[in-house]
Nanobody, 122 residues
Framework: QVQLVESGGGLVKAGGSLRLSCAAD????????MGWFRQAPGKEREFVAA????????WYADSVKGRFTISIDSAKNTMYLQMNSLKLEDTAVYYC???????????????WGQGTQVTVSS
C-alpha cells in the first residue's frame, strides 16, 4: 500500500517562494520514481517535475525550468519541490505521485497524493 501526503501549499505573491513536501510510505520499488504534477482550474493535469531515486536524475517541464527544484530526503522518505520566482500562472493544485523507476518519468504514475493548493497573487 502506497501513501503520499502533500503539504506546504498556500498563498504567495508573485516573485515569492514556496516549498512543497510529499511524505511517502510504501514498498521501495513503488517509490523508485517520484514526481510533481499540477492542475489549474479548467485545465488538464500537467507534469511539473520528476526524480528517479536510483540515480538522482531529474526532469522538469519547460515552464518551470530554472525556477523549481525537485529533491528527495531518503532518510525521511520525503520529496520536496522548491518553487522560486513564482508566477500567477503557477496557481494550481499540486499533486505528488510515485511509480516504479521504469519507462518515461513524465507520465503513467499509478499512485497519487490528495493535492495541495498553491495560489500566486499579484
Amino acid at each position: 500500500q502506497v501513501q503520499l501526503v502533500e503539504s506546504g501549499g498556500g498563498l504567495v505573491k508573485a516573485g515569492g517562494s514556496l516549498r512543497l513536501s510529499c511524505a511517502a510510505d510504501g514498498p521501495t520499488y513503488s517509490l523508485g520514481a517520484m514526481g510533481w504534477f499540477r492542475q489549474a482550474p479548467g485545465k488538464e493535469r500537467e507534469f511539473v517535475a520528476a526524480i528517479r531515486r536510483t540515480d538522482g536524475s531529474t526532469w522538469y517541464a519547460d515552464s518551470v525550468k530554472g525556477r523549481f527544484t525537485i529533491s528527495i530526503d531518503s532518510a525521511k522518505n520525503t520529496m520536496y519541490l522548491q518553487m522560486n520566482s513564482l508566477k500567477l500562472e503557477d496557481t494550481a493544485v499540486y499533486y505528488c505521485a510515485c511509480k516504479a523507476p521504469i519507462g518515461t518519468m513524465t507520465t503513467s504514475y499509478p499512485y497519487w497524493g490528495q493535492g495541495t493548493q498553491v495560489t500566486v497573487s499579484s
